[in-house]
């Protein structure tokens, strides 16, 4: 059974970092052509695709936040962990992890964690 | 604004069939796979369709998907109240070297 799940804090400061983490069972990001990635949604928008770390390290940013964004791995305890300096209220939005092993296609997603940016 | 673009809302009687249109250009749509997604309220996005027209295992079949040149489509038959929901449409962006998604498209069953 595969899941993943969001873990963070609920609330950041302007210009405050966040650190989101991603834990995920069911697969290993060890396995060639696995990635796990970050979407966020802001309330009552569109899905919006932020980063994605591959099985050989290889990693993606969207270009319009790539200065603001980092991702990395842990593959020895599944996590991915997401970090976004700078944060904003329009930053406001539920961030979402999910798995990807064809290339623009995420079969399997976390629950999402709300994180509101406000001070 | 997304990079694919889809209508903001459809509609249908239960029982009926609706589509759900996708339009992009030849960086995404017209040269990769497209996936669907269906996000009911408060929950995560839930994969329905991927490369074009395949369902993942376990997937309803009253959810096809289809594709020409730069636009797509998601077909819904047998419409029913549980389908109620937002849906996403998704490719790969060579351009951006990353995902990109649709606006959106929310269905209300009459």
Known sequence: ?119 | HSVLTQPPSVSGAPRQRVTISCSGNSSNIGNNGVSWYQQLPGKAPKLLVYYDDRRPSGGSDRFSGSKSGTSASLAISGLQSEDEADYFCGAWDDGLNGPVFGGGTKLTVL
């Open chain 1, 1 to 119: 059974q595969i899941t993943l799940k969001e873990s963070g804090p609920t609330l950041v400061r302007p210009t405050q970092t966040l650190t989101l983490t991603c834990s995920f069972s069911g697969f290993s990001l060890s396995t060639f052509g696995m990635g796990v990635g970050w979407i966020r949604q802001p309330p009552g928008k569109a899905l919006q695709w932020l980063a994605i770390i591959y099985w050989d390290e290889d990693v993606r940013y969207s270009p319009s936040l790539r200065s603001r964004l980092s991702i990395t791995k842990d593959t020895s305890n599944n996590h991915v962990v997401l970090t976004m300096t700078s944060m904003d209220p329009l930053d406001t939005a539920t961030f979402f992890c999910a798995r990807t092993v064809t290339t623009g296609c995420f079969d399997f997603w976390g629950p999402g964690t709300l994180v509101t940016v406000s001070s």
